[in-house]
Structures are given as C-alpha cells and as structure tokens.
C-alpha cells in the first residue's frame, strides 16, 4: 500500500510539472524568430521604459493536487505571464522563463548558467498609464537589469543541434486537408478560455470538459494536449502544424524534462506543407531519455521535502504507455541526427540570484 501511494505522488509530480509545460508548449509552433527580429539595433532603442511599482517574490512550490483539480474543474492553472491593462503578473516562472518572455527569445537560446531553469519568482507589477502591451516586455527586462544585476549580449555561435530530417523510407504524415485561420486578438474569449500574447502572435488556450487543453494559435495550427495520470502517458494531437513548429514542439519538450542545457532541434526537413499530426508519449520514456544525457538528476528529494515537483527516480518502475520520443519520431517518417549548427543566442555576462529588496 505504502509504494501504491509512493508511486501515485511520484505520478502526481511528473503531471503537475507537465501541466505547468503547457504554457511553453502553446509557443512551438510560432514561425522562427531570430535575435536580430527580437531586439531592435542599439541605435533604435527607445528611452528605458520600466513599471511604476514592482514586486519580486520566490515563488511557492506548486500544490499538485490543487493544480490537477484546476484541470478536472476547466480552469486554466495561474501559471505564466498575464498582462492586462495597468497591471501585469507573472507567476511561478522561472528566471530562463522570464528572460525569454523580456528579450523575446526562445528558451534553449539563452546561454547562461544552469540554475536559471530552477529559481522560480512571482513578479506583480503596476503597468504605466498609456503604456502599450507591446512594451511589458521591455519593463520586464528594465526590472531584470535592475533588481538581478542582470547583463547580456547577443551572439551567434555553434552549438550541437538535433536536426529534423526525413527518414530513408520518406515521411509518413497526413497533410491538413485545410490551412489553419487566424483569429481576430480583440474578440470576445470563450468562457474558461485564456489568451496569451506571444512576440509571433495570439494563442488561445482552454481546458476542455474532458480535461484536454486546446492551444489555438490561428494561422500557425491547433495543438490538444492530453495527460494521461494511470498510464503516464501525453497525447499530442496537432492539425495544420508545420515541420517548424513540430521542430519547435519537439525543442520544447526536451526543454521541459531537462532543463536549461536542452537540445534544440531545428528543422532541416524542407517540408513546407501543414500536417496534422497524432502522438502518444510516454512521460517516463521522456525522463529517461533527459536522465541519460544528464539533463535531470537521477533521483529527486524524499517525498514531502520542499521540492515538490522533482521527478521520480530512474530506477523506480512505473506503470507506463505510449512510445519514446525518438520512436514517436521515426513513425512519422521522420529521424533526429546530431549535427554542429550556428544559431542564435542571448548571452548571460552576469546575473544576480537574488534580486534586490523590493
């Protein structure tokens, strides 16, 4: 009975740290944005705009039951940025999380030391009267530079990549019998339903009465993702995804399970076309694979420490389905390689772990 209830927790955590990927996840798909798009030239840069008021806390270690009970009830967990009119929040993220969301760049972009992936903040701030939503991110990164001492440079340099290539046998994927459409940003949201505005675009998100959560980011596709607790298993069910966004997805999911030294994967396919795309993933194949690349460690704290949200270890078996994600890969048709690429980063010179007293 005693290792019934071990493993139920231990599946509890993984759930609650995938539930807490959504909001990452409904980002994949965006079309590629590089450092150059992200941050206009030196020369352009505006006067430094910064929020009125700002509030900087650690941010509490997630209640798994409490975060899978949102889920069951249909509502969207308070996690990630929100920003309104006069007030923006950003809750339970990290400091990679919020560097990427101020500077506008993907995660495994940003070339810093680990722990920036760990360190967890709940950051409330009041937004300037006339300010525009679109300048949030630069407030955030004027707070950033000013309470974690924080000083970054852009770069190109070459990293070890996963490319995304087709296999010798040819893709084995069902186009989109339609192109995704875009929707209007300023219409009414659906009840339960929650926008995020991303640097690519809008992307709608609701938790549907099945527990499923739907990311429609318009133009860019439709992704369904579902987290299955007794077979630990996530269902991704994608319609009119391109090769860049599955590329991006695939990034973001190694991301996830491992942490700030991810991999990123790149899209050296040279398939243009939408597809829709069905994938069932197994979570403890996912954290294998991070644990054997040393993304993760191999056993997290005792049950009840204060890290709540570590994973299981690897040697404790766990009921689990679906595939690995290189398996989930290759029936598409598809194959990841390691290649040598240069791509765009966001260099970390210095960054305080602490901030500065509010």
Not at 265 to 284: F, R
């Amino acid at each position: 009975m005693k290792r019934k209830l071990a493993t139920t927790s231990r599946a509890t955590a993984v759930v609650a740290r995938l539930a807490c990927a959504a909001l990452p996840l409904v980002l994949v798909a965006a079309p590629h944005l590089s450092l150059a798009q992200a941050t206009p030239p030196a020369q352009a840069t505006p006067a430094k705009l910064a929020f009125d008021v700002a509030t900087i806390k650690p941010a509490a270690p997630l209640d798994p039951q409490r975060l899978a009970a949102d889920i069951q009830a249909g509502r969207m967990p308070k996690v990630g940025p929100e920003i309104g009119v006069s007030r923006a929040t950003f809750t339970y993220m990290s400091l990679a999380d919020l560097i990427s969301y101020a500077w506008k760049v993907r995660n495994y972009q940003i070339n810093g030391p680990d722990w920036l992936a760990s360190e967890r903040f709940d950051i409330e701030a009041t937004i300037p009267e006339g300010a525009k939503k679109d300048d949030v991110a630069l407030m955030l990164r004027s707070l950033l530079e000013d309470r974690f001492k924080l000083v970054a440079h852009q770069a190109q340099e070459e990293h070890k990549v996963l490319a995304l290539v087709v296999g010798k046998s040819g893709p084995k994927m069902k186009e989109s019998a339609t192109a995704p459409q875009a929707f209007d940003p300023s219409s009414p949201l659906d009840p339960g339903e929650r926008q995020v505005d991303d640097a690519d675009g809008p992307v709608r998100m609701k938790i549907n009465t099945d527990g499923t959560i739907t990311m429609n980011m318009g133009a860019r596709g439709t992704v369904v993702q579902k987290i299955d607790r007794q077979n630990m298993t996530l269902h991704l069910e994608s319609n009119g995804v391109t090769m860049e966004g599955y590329a991006r997805l695939l990034s973001t999911l190694f991301l996830q399970m491992g942490g700030a030294t991810s991999r990123q994967v790149i899209d050296m396919t040279g398939l243009k076309g939408h597809y829709e795309l069905d994938t069932e993933l197994s979570i403890m194949d996912l954290l294998a694979e991070a644990r054997a690349e040393g993304r993760v460690p191999q056993a997290g704290p005792p049950s009840g420490g204060a890290a709540s949200n570590a994973m299981p270890a690897a040697s404790t078996p766990e009921p689990a389905g679906g595939t690995s994600l290189l398996d989930a890969v290759e029936k598409l048709g598809l194959k990841l390689e390691d290649r040598k690429a240069t791509v765009d980063r966001l260099v970390i010179d210095h960054v305080e772990k602490t901030p500065t007293d509010n």
